[in-house]
């Protein structure tokens, strides 16, 4: 077993607003995301399925052109290839697990 503290891991920004890290498995990768308040996750999309969930805060998810608010508890699937993106109506936690694991978080 590998034991890990989110506070002790290596956090990147990948755009105005967002801090993130992630952890690699043979199979997986699992991410989590601070958003503040009015940031923004640019649309894209690529081969992973991706599974999150908000753990506080408020999120408006755009996945294939429809929009939808997402707020904490809430649980969420978007499928590989499909495009998404999105807005932090509040300040945000996010957890989001992907397969195959990405090479480029």
């Known amino acids: 077993m590998n034991l890990f503290h989110i506070d002790k891991m290596e956090k990147k920004s990948p755009a105005k607003g967002v801090e993130m890290c ?7 990768t699992f991410a989590y995301f601070k958003l503040a308040k009015g940031s923004q996750v640019p649309e894209h999309s690529h081969p992973h399925e991706q599974i999150g969930m908000v753990i506080r805060g ?9 929009e939808q608010e ?7 699937h978007i499928p590989s290839d499909v495009p998404h993106g999105a807005v932090a109506l509040e300040d945000c936690e996010v957890i989001e697990v992907f397969s195959p694991r990405r090479e480029d978080l």
Do not use: D
């Open 70 to 76: 997402v707020i904490g508890g809430n649980i969420y």
């Open 22 to 28: 992630s952890l690699n498995g043979e199979r997986m």
């Open 58 to 66: 408020k999120l408006r998810l755009k996945v294939q052109g429809e």
